[in-house]
């Protein structure tokens, strides 16, 4: 029996991993749960609480691959490609301090030791081998180095596919996405943008100060203020826009206020529910100190965000991705039995390899599936489904005893880069997401002991769902 046992002004709550049921607990129950996860021994009337208990909490295993083989995955798999990332370039005009990718002037985004752009006849070939493999494809992202240094290539790219549309040759015309640093957005390129309608997700670092401090151009110089008009002349063309946001230590110890910045961007651009995320140091850059003020600035925006859901102002509901997606898959029982859509995705480097999602493509270890050269073979197939295995939670050693699987999303690419294995968890999200989890179900446990609040939340939250926009085209 599996749970996990909260306490907050004298409510007890027991937490269900395996159902994502939560519990509001009376003294009996709490004394013999407690018994129990101390391993002493019980009475005869405590064994038939034990019963009960067991009864509610115990349910069919969620997340669980033992009824697929092989074939049936991969066959299953093919079906659809929720996102192919073309990475045109691995070039880019900025130099941020945190970047993931090795960025200065020597190594090149990817650990490649020089820039390289993709040709139009490896992209012509590449979607061709996936197009040929996958019933569909649903949206292609554009991603980097900076992709619009190559707008003339991506122009030409959603050409060919248009053309394979309009054709017959492919039954559905997938959405076009695109990740950029949003500093070189001219009319050319917001003009492609409108032919295909694109989602743009720009990534922006709070205001020009915090912005200024990490994200700057080759040049030395901040890139906020170039960044902030771009954004607002996509919205004045009505694109959609995302923002996504990166917190660094130095920044959290700055007090990096998650509310706020999530209600700046509204105010400021009319964009709600940004990807913020704290950057991908080793963990031991992330010292406890900070790390429990990181905890901390998220559980405070998602205290204030829930308050104002309860009472059904909207309008002062700021909304972030973490807390949204956490919120979602509990309300909604939405287990989630991968760490990450790694495998059920698919990234082309510049020179033509095929790999499970654009945070894997590294030339000094290479996660590659195959290539423009090989084709999608069996071969290919059979790295595929080897490398969907590791994604499963219950296949993963800590995942799978970790009461916070349920709604925990993380990041195979982040893993890697971060501790150098896929079967690594990268300690500063998996204690963030448990202690955003931890502060969503004390609040909806105490809302669910009154019926009248809790239905009055769950039709506040269906309202506020129905307003923010839709899945970032980010890792």
Request: with cysteine; aromatic share 12%; charged share 25%.
């Amino acid at each position: 029996m599996e749970f996990k046992l909260f306490k907050r002004n004298g409510i007890n709550v027991c937490y269900s991993p395996v159902t994502m049921d939560f519990y509001l607990l009376d003294t009996k129950t709490l004394l013999v749960m407690k018994k129990i996860q101390r391993r002493e021994k019980l009475s005869k009337e405590e064994k038939i609480k034990e019963k009960e208990i067991e009864n509610t909490l115990i349910a069919p295993v969620r997340g669980s691959i033992s009824s697929f083989d092989i074939e049936a995955r991969t066959a299953n798999y093919l079906q659809v490609l929720s996102r192919l990332t073309l990475i045109v370039t691995n070039d880019c005009n900025m130099r941020c301090k945190y970047c993931y990718e090795s960025m200065n002037d020597v190594k090149y985004k990817f650990n490649f030791s020089s820039t390289m752009g993709m040709s139009l006849d490896t992209a012509k070939k590449a979607l061709d081998d996936y197009f040929r493999v996958y019933k569909r494809i649903q949206t292609i992202m554009f991603f980097g180095g900076e992709p619009t240094l190559k707008a003339n290539l991506i122009k030409d790219i959603c050409a060919y596919i248009n053309d394979k549309y309009t054709s017959g040759t492919i039954e559905q015309m997938p959405s076009f996405g695109i990740i950029t640093n949003g500093t070189i957005l001219n009319n050319h390129i917001i003009d492609i943008f409108l032919k295909y309608e694109f989602q743009v997700t720009v990534s922006l670092d709070g205001g020009k100060d915090d912005h200024d401090r990490y994200r700057i151009l080759r040049n030395g110089m901040g890139s906020y203020t170039k960044v902030a008009e771009n954004i607002k002349k996509l919205k004045e063309r009505n694109i959609p826009v995302m923002i996504q946001s990166t917190i660094t230590p130095e920044s959290v110890k700055v007090d990096r206020d998650v509310y706020e910045l999530s209600k700046q961007y509204l105010n400021k651009f009319g964009i709600s529910n940004p990807h913020i995320v704290p950057a991908q140091f080793s963990d031991d850059v992330w010292s406890r100190e900070v790390s429990e003020l990181l905890q901390n600035e998220f559980t405070e925006g998602i205290q204030k965000n829930l308050d104002a859901i309860e009472a059904g102002n909207l309008d002062t509901v700021y909304p972030f991705s973490y807390m949204i997606s956490i919120l979602g898959a509990l309300v909604s029982k939405d287990y989630k039995g991968i760490r990450c859509p790694a495998g059920f995705e698919a990234a082309i480097s510049p020179e033509g390899k095929y790999y499970p999602c654009f945070m894997l493509v590294d030339e000094t270890y290479d996660f590659s599936f195959g290539s423009v050269s090989t084709g999608i073979d069996s071969n290919h197939l059979k790295k595929m489904d080897s490398f969907i295995m590791r994604n499963f939670k219950s296949l993963n050693t800590e995942c799978s005893t970790c009461w916070a699987r349920g709604f925990c999303t993380g990041c195979l690419g982040a893993s890697y880069k971060t501790g150098n294995s896929l079967d690594f968890n990268y300690q500063i999200t998996c204690n963030l997401t448990k202690q955003m989890g931890e502060e969503i179900i004390l609040y909806l446990s105490e809302l669910s002991s009154v019926p009248e609040r809790w239905n009055c939340f769950v039709e506040n939250f269906k309202r506020l769902n129905a307003t923010v926009p839709g899945k970032n085209e980010t890792c």
